[in-house]
């Protein structure tokens, strides 16, 4: 063992003659300790928060869409639709058609947007048709006799006060949704679409009755909220677009490759199209998560910052303390320069323990908590019911480097103090 790390590690373990000392030494170790567990565990529910919001995102849209520049729709699209799933990288295609609504059930009323999709292909791409929490969206598969699907289609005229259990089109709503206009799985609603019709008295908006078969929860309050599903046919005949689409839906088999993809669709797609990916629309979001992040191993690094004052205190203390055994080192030859490095060391080893036993309490406490999940919440408000922990390897490292180079900085007065002391000076009154 180096001579320096030998003298610092007895000084850290011998009785002092001031118990203050010890007791701030003490303090300053907890303190590097509780820094960075806290430090661990922020990191780690920040990581799951965006794996969790990340992967439900992902879940519940598509990787990239594609669109026409013109507000005019995609037309005959089954030719273009075939040739786009052989794109590289793209695993799954979907159509879709979306219309902006009004669901309503008596007096209750909410705005919905409605995409009509191809149950089968649509669940390739997305999972809210499988995040059912009531009824099925089975319904949806091809319908299988045209009366039953143009079951109360009518512009401008009364609606039969029909029984629910009448053959109206299916309809899947959101849950939030549901909730808003008092619908449940069987249940009847009117859908008012703006595209209306013109008539002798002008242009009137369209309506039609829908039967709900199924309400689904994503966890997203703009999903849940705002979200319904029909038939692609069933959409295109209350929009009054027969064989159009607003947008082809895709999953890539690397989603941090949707940019590439997304180019790689248009050429394919010719010109006037354009795309958009899960990067682009949820940039903001996933930014701010980001600065979450970076303004929270901020704020709780400032506990490392304190532990290091105290591991300042207690080797300018140690060193008041220790200057008569510093001036007999010297005046054995001991240089300036093997003094500094004795107190670096001490405070080396002082931010070491308290390190290696903050990572190891935060790391533990990261595994019980995404493993037991014993903390709960308001399912309602963050969309999730416990608080998820994704502890990283990575963060560790940059941790602990963090956590030993504020204390290294801590100790360079009271080491430097130690380095000019002056043997003379020291023991003239000994």
Known sequence: MRFELFVAARYLKAKRRQAVVGIVTTISVAGVAAGVAALIIALAITNGMRRDLQDRLLGSSAHVELMRVAADGIKDWPPLLERLRHVPHVTAAAPGLYGQVLVSRGPRAGFALIKGVVPADERTVSNLLDSMVSGSAKDLEPETSAPAASAGLSANK?????????????????????????????????????????????????????????????????????????????????????????????????????????????????????????????????????????????????????????????????????????????????????????????????????????????????????????????????SIDTLPFAPRPLDGVIVAAVSIGISLLATLYPSSTAARILPAEALRYE
């Open 158 to 382: 009364d609606l039969p006060a029909a029984p629910d259990d009448t053959p109206y089109p299916p309809l899947v709503l959101g849950k939030d949704l549901a909730e808003q206009i008092g619908a449940q799985a069987g249940d009847s609603v009117l859908v008012t679409s703006p595209q209306g019709e013109l008539t002798p008295l002008g242009l009137a908006p369209k309506y039609q009755r829908f039967r709900v078969v199924g309400i689904f929860h994503s966890g997203f309050y703009q999903y849940d909220a705002a979200y319904a599903f029909m038939r692609l046919a069933d959409a295109q005949r209350l929009f009054s677009e027969p064989d159009l689409l607003s947008v082809i839906s895709f999953k890539v088999d690397d989603l941090y490759r949707a940019p590439e993809v997304g180019r790689d669709l248009e050429q394919s797609a010719g010109k006037g199209f354009m795309t958009t990916n899960w990067m682009e629309v949820n940039r903001e979001l996933f930014r701010a998560l980001r600065e979450e992040q970076i303004v929270t191993f901020i704020i709780i690094a400032l506990i490392v910052v304190v532990a290091a004052l105290n591991i300042l205190i207690a080797l300018t203390m140690m060193v008041m303390e220790k200057t008569r055994d510093i001036a007999v080192l010297m005046s054995f030859g001991v240089e300036p320069r093997q003094v500094r490095r004795i107190f670096l060391m001490q405070g080396l080893l002082i931010s070491l323990i308290g390190t290696a036993l903050g990572l190891v309490l935060g790391y533990l406490a990261a595994w019980a908590g995404g493993h037991y999940h014993f903390v709960h919440l308001s399912a309602e408000v963050y």
